[in-house]
T-cell receptor, first 110, second 113 residues
Framework: GQQLNQSPQSMFIQEGEDVSMNCTSS?????WLWYKQDPGEGPVLLIA?????ELTSNGRLTAQFGITRKDSFLNISASIPSDVGIYFC??????????FGGGTRLMVKP | EADIYQTPRYLVIGTGKKITLECSQT?????MYWYQQDPGMELHLIHY???????EKGDLSSESTVSRIRTEHFPLTLESARPSHTSQYLC????????????FGPGTRLTVL
């Protein structure tokens, strides 16, 4: 079966620092989504990537769909305390279900 | 952004009780999903539906059952709750049959004593 590896598993950073996390897969995907989950809440969609090589920004967030279609990364610039949470990558192929990565837990020290 | 609601948000119940977790969405989305998530861990799909009268089992085997009698409503039922069912249950929906983006409710945190 396919393997999806999200790293790092956790990060503890200083407020104002940039953050980078990534997901790699043993399979090719046509879509990569990134979600953020606050404690006690459901995941919220941050960015959707539909084309290999695509680079998309949403405020301080930037995500890229790897050219091989087997990986994606998410960057957060100038982190703030409300960035705390768990970030999940979730790739899929058309018409198929999302596969969720293990998550990256981000902690920000003010 | 989809409006999707789950009740109750928290439930503590004794072993053997029957429970139903409610999920409703007001966006007219065709597909709906149930995920199970242990704290801080990845989401596992347990049930999904393509539309009214459609229900399918997900990747993770679950003793729960679901029904889809109305487009907007996708309840999950456990006939006899056990401590192993303690988890967070997340409901989600997506707009069309080909849609990839899923929108999540706030979740129900279930504790079975």
């Amino acid at each position: 079966g396919q393997q999806l590896n999200q790293s790092p598993q956790s990060m503890f950073i200083q407020e104002g620092e940039d953050v980078s996390m990534n997901c790699t897969s043993s399979s090719i995907f046509n879509t990569w989504l990134w979600y953020k989950q606050d404690p006690g809440e459901g995941p919220v969609l941050l960015i959707a990537l539909y084309k290999a090589g695509e680079l998309t920004s949403n405020g301080r967030l930037t995500a890229q769909f790897g050219i091989t279609r087997k990986d994606s990364f998410l960057n957060i610039s100038a982190s703030i305390p409300s960035d705390v949470g768990i970030y999940f990558c979730a790739p899929a192929n058309a018409g198929n279900m999302l596969t969720f990565g293990g998550g990256t837990r981000l902690m920000v020290k003010p | 952004e989809a409006d999707i609601y789950q009740t109750p948000r928290y439930l503590v119940i004794g072993t053997g009780k029957k429970i139903t977790l409610e999920c409703s969405q007001t966006m007219g989305h065709d597909k709906m999903y149930w995920y199970q998530q242990d704290p801080g861990m990845e989401l596992h799909l347990i049930h999904y539906s393509y539309g009214v009268n459609s229900t399918e089992k997900g990747d993770l085997s679950s003793e729960s059952t679901v029904s889809r009698i109305r487009t907007e409503h996708f309840p999950l039922t456990l006939e006899s709750a056990r401590p192993s069912h303690t988890s967070q249950y997340l409901c989600a929906s997506s707009e069309g049959l080909a849609a990839i983006e899923q929108f999540f409710g706030p979740g129900t945190r279930l504790t079975v004593l």
